[in-house]
């Protein structure tokens, strides 16, 4: 029988009490305790808590139940300004300490035998790693799912200066969902009245937003959006790591993500720069999943087999592993299965067949391997140059080669398909495509045209490849530029090309990774330059992080352009620094020549393990 104690009121040090749900085992205690912090709804259901045996999501107080049955004392807290929680809601901030509070909280309690895990996905994420900033008492193992930022201005929020637009219908959603909306029927109506597909490529101020109505998430949007330099605002504790790795709580923590979501990067930076100072353990799982599907075999329109879901590969289900984790690495005990025996396990996209499998996607495959550390020990960096006629080649370009150039719209963005996105509907979705406009495709003007074959994407792709070639971590672009304007963005992405079949006579572009950098970001995130109309400047595009094997035929496609939206705002190729500058169309140029020899890094596997 399970004690629920509901509606706890506990106070933050700033006096505002925060809503927390306990549930409590039979027996006299203590218990150890597991700790999950939500801005969606401690009482509610999360898309991502089911396994493939049994695909409905359960609910959290039935998985608190489940926790509570092997003995553990289950925790539920709504964040600040959520929910029953009081104060109010800025997305991110203040969970560090609010964090802190609930554990000194905890461990005060007469049921609490002094030691606390955490756990959670996204949000749920996000507040562990900034709790863990404080090193605080008691924390005594983690499980981090998809989130717990490294620096939101490098991912999340923002990335290569540019903002994600995902911010945007994350705030819609939610503050629909607020407490305050709940109980304004007037607010509610403003709200709904406004359609984000009318919003979303216009600048939000505030006042002037389909968030009026709701000021507290219009502010935090607009804050967001406004501070496009690395600042101290972005320097927060609880949105960026990076300073304090030396302070942060030295226990055992799984740091989980997948390739199609946006959080892979700041799991992948939080256990390189944990792993060398920590005594952990500390484990890295990337996975082929989009946010928190990890018990699926598809991501978009690509499917990688029966053997990508988590279920059967990285432990017996998504619940039965972040147990056994507890019980080994919380509890000490040694007869719980330890199914992470490595430091980091992958799963390595490709190796299909590349037809079209029963449900209509492409069966673009894989498997699971295990690593000793990241980046991969035997990973060889490989610089394939950028040629003139679309190649993408080892050897150098020729000298004296003519740029590649194309006008970029403003206005007639390169429409985003697929990626590493969460939170992104209805405008967008995650996962894998094939790079061509459909009907349904969000800002598609040519449906049925690939995103190759618009005049402002420059192509760059290999031969068919000789032999099966695996490339596994983050592609890196060092070009040379130019463009007519002061200001102006540019992306590349990774595509894995398939030759054509049967099922698919025009072949299959699928999207692997993507970078972004806006322009006056080249030199340093803190302090923006503008360029220099029509003269040549180097700059570095880091995609994020990818595990691909390119079957032998396939060719490894680097598209370059000047915008991926809704992923991203849309660079009005303006000067910045005037509000009131009108956008302009930019005449952008890539430099293929021996004396600008534009190139990627390709981290590729050599002899990829069986």
Known sequence: MTTILSDQMVAMRDGVRLATDIYLPDGPGPFPVLLERTPYDKTGTNHGDFTARDPEPRSKPEIARWFVEAGYAYVLQDCRGRF???????KYLREAEDGADTLAWLIDQPWCDGRVGTLGLSYGAHVQNALACLNPPGLAAMFLDSGGFSSAYHGGARQGGAFELKQLTWARKHALQSPETAADPARRAALESEKIEDWIGRRWRIGHSPLAAAPEYEAYIVEQWDNDRL???WKQRGIYAFDSYGDYADVPAVHMSSWYDPYSQTAIDNFTALTPIKRGPIKLVLGPWTHGQ???TSSGDADFGADAVLDGQVGPDYFTLRRDWFDRHMLGRADAPEHLPAPVRIFVMGGGSGRRTAEGRLDH????RD?????????RDVAMYLHGDGGLRAALPATGAAPLSYDFDPADPVPTIGGAITSGAPLMFAGGYDQ??????????????ALAERPDVLVFETEPLAHDTEVTGSVVAALHISSSAVDTDFTIKLVDVYPPNPDYPEGYALNLAHGILRARFRNSFEHPEPLE?????AITIRAFPTSNLFRA????????????????????NSDWRDADAAPVVARNSIFVDRDHPSHIILPIVPHAKG
């Open 294 to 296: 990890r018990s699926v």
């Open 84 to 90: 029953a929680s009081e104060g109010v809601f800025t």
């Open 371 to 379: 690593e000793a550390a990241w980046p991969l020990p035997h990973v």
């Open 436 to 449: 061509r406009e459909t009907e349904d495709l969000f800002g598609a003007r040519h449906p049925g045209r």
């Open 533 to 537: 109309p029509d003269t040549v400047h």
């Open 365 to 368: 495959g894989g498997r699971w």
């Open 231 to 233: 600042t101290d605002f």
């Open 553 to 572: 035929g396939h060719r490894i496609r680097i598209e370059v352009s000047s915008s991926n939206f809704p992923h991203f705002d849309v660079n009005p």
